[in-house]
């Protein structure tokens, strides 16, 4: 993770994916999340990788309802890493440090936030949130946390460029069955 790299946007964040062939280490893939904005800080305190998910922090990035944010990746078959999901809490108020730390077991998350206040006394106890990244499949591609008619825009501009986003059945191929697992996905929305 670099949390002050600039792809497009000053200090918005990345994660460089790096794989060894033979004795070289060799940069495959460069992540940011999508809908990305200066100073969101991606890859900032926490990058968690087991088997084929990652979730990954950004500690600049703030939400409605926290002050950080989370994102988890899964690795297609043809080896590309692509988000999957936003992971947003469900605070009684506001998770302050949310996704500070983190731990993945198969398709569970754990995420803290390590300050975040109760209510009425706003007294800082902090909390975890579980996650079962199984049932996310989320299509909000245009990363503002609602389903609508951009988000079969962005697929359709995906697909057409042939970006690994549009893979939405995970075989490394862009076909007929990725518009199909798209609206399945679409249908049954955003947990």
Known sequence: ????AWPEHEFQGAVYIYELDGDTWTQRQTLTNRGAEEDDEFGGYAVRVQ??????????????????????????AAG??????RLLPNPTDHALQYASRMTLHGDLVLLSAADEPRLPS????????L?????????????DDHLTVFDYLEFLRAFEAGEAIADFDNDG?????????F?????????
């Open 1 to 4: 993770g670099a949390r002050g």
């Open 51 to 76: 088997g084929d998910r990652m979730v990954i922090n950004a500690s600049g990035d703030r939400s409605e309802r926290s002050d950080w944010m989370a994102y988890a990746f899964e690795r297609t």
């Open 80 to 85: 590309v890493w692509r988000q999957s999901a």
């Open 122 to 129: 706003f007294t800082p106890l902090g909390a975890a949130y």
């Open 131 to 143: 996650f079962d990244l199984a049932c996310y499949e989320c299509p909000d591609l245009d990363a």
């Open 173 to 181: 191929a862009l076909t007929v069955a990725d518009f199909l697992a």
């Open 183 to 191: 609206q399945n996905a679409f249908a049954v929305g955003c947990p």
